[in-house]
């Protein structure tokens, strides 16, 4: 089955780890992983591993992709370097096409607008309120939240950003299999790796 490829964003300070099961198990299946960065210039992690983009973020077209995922950084909460990041948001958004924010990301994406009118979560309220947006009744306390195509989730929820994603795209895990990856990589539930491989 051909898929359009998954972009992951890349930006200097991202959270490495926020992103690995999502971006691990959707290549198992047989997604590509693309990673796109403000520029071509290689960026460089908060664990500091040395990231060279495969394309630049003006090269990137909603129709091109499947999923769009947003990492948690330092520079979401320093500054506007990565709003080019939520206004792509916004375009893959408007086009149908799914976005995934995590951490940090999810006050870039609400500085957007974008989590006004959309059941969302993040680290904490009192952090996207701090962002100024309109949205304060939609926020959810839960490890992460789907809202049509938009996904969010705090950072230390990766696992259950990873499940959200995969029940979204629906062609990862469904169903009995998609609760047994929770409990197998979220809660160290055995039983579960039974039903996984079944």
């Known amino acids: 089955m051909s898929r359009k490829p998954v972009h992951l964003a890349v930006y ?17 299946v047989g997604y590509e992983i693309r990673t796109v960065g403000p520029s071509a210039a290689p960026v460089t992690s908060i664990g500091g591993l040395r990231v060279q983009p495969d394309l630049s973020l003006p090269e990137l077209r909603p129709e091109d992709s499947s ?6 950084a330092d520079l979401w909460d320093t500054g506007d370097d990565l709003a080019p990041f939520a206004r792509t948001a916004r375009a893959f958004l408007d086009a149908g096409v799914p976005v995934g924010a995590i951490c940090g990301a999810t ?24 962002s100024g947006y309109k949205g304060g009744e939609r926020y959810t306390e839960a490890d992460a939240v789907t809202d049509g195509d938009l996904i969010t989730a705090g950072p ?8 959200e994603i995969f ?13 047994a990856w929770y409990r197998l990589f979220h809660d160290s539930d055995p039983a579960a790796y039974e039903t996984l491989n079944a």
Do not use: N, Q
């Open 12 to 28: 200097d300070t991202f959270a490495d780890w926020e992103t690995g099961h999502t971006t691990a198990w959707l290549a198992r």
């Open 67 to 72: 999923l769009l995922v947003l990492p948690g």
């Open 156 to 163: 230390t929820e990766p696992v259950a950003f990873a499940r």
């Open 107 to 130: 006050a870039g994406i609400a500085r957007e607008g974008l989590l006004d009118d959309r059941a969302h979560t993040s680290a904490a309220a009192m952090y996207l309120a701090a």
């Open 167 to 179: 029940g979204r795209l629906g062609d990862v895990f469904e169903g009995e299999k998609l609760d």
